[in-house]
């Protein structure tokens, strides 16, 4: 009963930006953490950043001072602002939540968004 529908991919230039919005809805009681993943052609799926409870950002090596997360707890949505976006950055990328459904469920469960295309030209 939950869905994360991810929008705003699309083919850019280098150094150029984009903006991804991740956008979670269904029976949702609290979420945990919130990230962003990407998956580039013949590689692992790997982590970009993430926003776990009322923490701060964490992000990866290849993210970090380009790419600025954040989240919107009253919208239940996570975004990415990626700017001097690079060629190496093209991947499909996912967003992804740990979610508690109701309040009589004590654990959190890992949810997965369809995914939406980043294509960096050079």
């Known amino acids: 009963q939950v869905r994360l529908v991810e929008s705003g991919g699309g083919l850019v230039q280098a150094g150029e930006s984009l903006k991804l919005s991740c956008q979670a809805s269904?029976?949702?009681?609290?979420?945990?953490?919130m990230a962003w993943y990407r998956q580039a052609p013949g590689k692992e799926r790997e982590l970009v950043a993430n926003?776990?409870?009322?923490?701060?950002?964490i992000y990866t090596h290849s993210a970090k001072g380009r790419f600025t997360i954040s989240r919107d707890n009253a919208k239940n949505a996570v975004y990415l602002q990626m700017n001097s976006l690079k060629p190496s950055d093209t991947a499909v990328y996912y967003c992804?939540?740990?979610?508690?459904?109701?309040?009589?469920?004590?654990?959190?469960?890992?949810?997965w968004g369809q995914g939406t295309q980043v294509t960096v030209s050079s």
């Open positions: 992804y939540a740990d979610i508690r459904p109701t309040a009589s469920v004590y654990s959190f469960t890992p949810y």
């Open positions: 269904g029976t949702i009681f609290e979420i945990n953490s």
């Open positions: 926003i776990i409870g009322e923490g701060g950002p």
